[in-house]
T-cell receptor, first 114, second 111 residues
Framework: EPEVTQTPSHQVTQMGQEVILRCVPI?????FYWYRQILGQKVEFLVS????????KSEIFDDQFSVERPDGSNFTLKIRSTKLEDSAMYFC????????????FGSGTRLTVV | GENVEQHPSTLSVQEGDSAVIKCTYS??????FPWYKQELGKRPQLIID?????GEKKDQRIAVTLNKTAKHFSLHITETQPEDSAVYFC??????????FGPGTRLSVLP
């Protein structure tokens, strides 16, 4: 079964540093997403991406965040100048269409900011 | 934006009993309602979903019911087993087709 792959599985970074979280969506999927889950809390939408541009972003996704699809396979989330409160599990997801069809989550990257 | 409420926040049942988790929402435009199971430290896994043109869907021990008029949908697990213990999230798609998740229910199945 096709999978969404995320690397690294765990990232520890110093406060103020930049991090890049990487995702390889399922190959025939066209819509890509990042979600965040603070420990013990619900999964929160960050951003959706389609046709090489951001479709929608939440209020969490401020200027500190950016996404990029640098080549045909990778989809990255960059967090500039990390803060302690950025510590969370970050999930990438992809879907064939933007309507919940074949919506698949990656295994997540646990980001710890110290 | 869309708000999803989920109850109860924690639920303990004896093995073999049934468990029911209910979610309510506010945006009548939502038309896709998945349920996810999340084990500790792992990704949310889709266990069942329902679309707005269907009132009930069943897959073995798991069923979901949807009442669009009342804007609520529920997850039903019958004959619970210890491996059903996890956090369950309801979700729906907002007008932008992005997922909005409920706050989760921690289900504990006691042997």
């Amino acid at each position: 079964e096709p999978e969404v792959t995320q690397t690294p599985s765990h990232q520890v970074t110093q406060m103020g540093q930049e991090v890049i979280l990487r995702c390889v969506p399922i190959s025939n999927h066209l819509y890509f997403y990042w979600y965040r889950q603070i420990l013990g809390q619900k999964v929160e939408f960050l951003v959706s991406f389609y046709n090489n541009e951001i479709s929608e972003k939440s209020e969490i996704f401020d200027d500190q965040f950016s996404v990029e699809r640098p080549d045909g396979s990778n989809f990255t989330l960059k967090i500039r100048s990390t803060k302690l409160e950025d510590s969370a599990m970050y999930f990438c997801a992809s879907s064939e269409a933007g309507r919940g069809n074949g919506y698949t989550f990656g295994s997540g990257t646990r980001l710890t900011v110290v | 934006g869309e708000n999803v409420e989920q109850h109860p926040s924690t639920l303990s049942v004896q093995e073999g009993d049934s468990a029911v988790i209910k979610c309510t929402y506010s945006d009548s435009a939502s038309n896709y309602f998945p349920w996810y199971k999340q084990e500790l430290g792992k990704r949310p896994q889709l266990i069942i979903d329902i679309r707005s043109n269907v009132g009930e869907k069943k897959d073995q021990r798991i069923a979901v019911t949807l009442n669009k008029t009342a804007k609520h949908f529920s997850l039903h697990i019958t004959e619970t087993q210890p491996e059903d213990s996890a956090v369950y999230f309801c979700a729906l798609t907002d007008p932008g087709q992005n997922f909005v998740f409920g706050p989760g229910t921690r289900l504990s199945v006691l042997p």
